[in-house]
Each structure stands twice: as structure tokens, then as C-alpha cells.
């Protein structure tokens, strides 16, 4: 099994800044992909970004150029720096973990994005 604790979410401004992170503990041996998902009220839950063991990124289109991904492997640990915020990004983040075919979730952290 895997524990995802995720950190970091919050009320921000148009154009403002947030930096989600999510901790890995249990068996994080063998995981590959990390990264974060989001859902919106009444919304599908999508990928924003994730991350593989060796750096390489997949980004959603509507965050490439604001968001950025950044796994320390070491802490099994993954951060998401998210920056010139929209109010289309307003959802609950939720990070995830994929380890031998089985995805893994976090218990989500609100972002909200509003003047």
C-alpha cells in the first residue's frame, strides 16, 4: 500500500501563486509515475501533470507555461508550483502515484482561485 498526504492549497487571486506538494510513505518502492489530477464541481477528474521516476513531464495543455512539476525521488516527494492562476483552475488537486498497474490517490486539497 501507499499513504499520499498532500499540502498546500488555499485561496489565491487571479495571477497568484500556489505550490502544492504530496509525500509518498509505505511500500513507495517500485512506484513510477507521480503527479496531480484535478476535479470541478460537477466535472470529470483530469490529469494536470505527471511526472516520471527519471523527470520526464506530461502537461496538461491548459497549465503548460504556468505549472511546473518537480519530483525529489529520494522523499518519494512531488511538488506542483503553479503560477499566474486562473479562476479555470479553481478544483480539488488531488495527487497520485501509480505502482505495479494500481493507482494511488491523496485525500485532495482545495484550490480556489477568485478576486
Known amino acids: 500500500q501507499v499513504q499520499l498526504v498532500e499540502s498546500g492549497g488555499g485561496l489565491v487571486q487571479p495571477g497568484g501563486s500556489l505550490r502544492l506538494s504530496c509525500a509518498a510513505s509505505?511500500?513507495?518502492?517500485?512506484?513510477?509515475?507521480m503527479g496531480w489530477y484535478r476535479q470541478a464541481p460537477g466535472k470529470q477528474r483530469d490529469l494536470v501533470v505527471d511526472?516520471?521516476?527519471?523527470?520526464?513531464?506530461n502537461y496538461a495543455d491548459s497549465v503548460k507555461g504556468r505549472f511546473t512539476i518537480s519530483r525529489d525521488n529520494a522523499k518519494n516527494t512531488v511538488f506542483l508550483q503553479m503560477n499566474n492562476l486562473k479562476p479555470e483552475d479553481t478544483a480539488v488537486y488531488y495527487c497520485?502515484?501509480?505502482?505495479?498497474?494500481?493507482?494511488?490517490w491523496g485525500q485532495g486539497t482545495q484550490v480556489t482561485v477568485s478576486s
Open positions: 497520485n502515484a501509480k505502482r505495479l498497474g494500481i493507482d494511488y
Open positions: 509505505g511500500s513507495t518502492f517500485s512506484i513510477n509515475n
Open positions: 511526472i516520471t521516476r527519471g523527470g520526464f513531464a
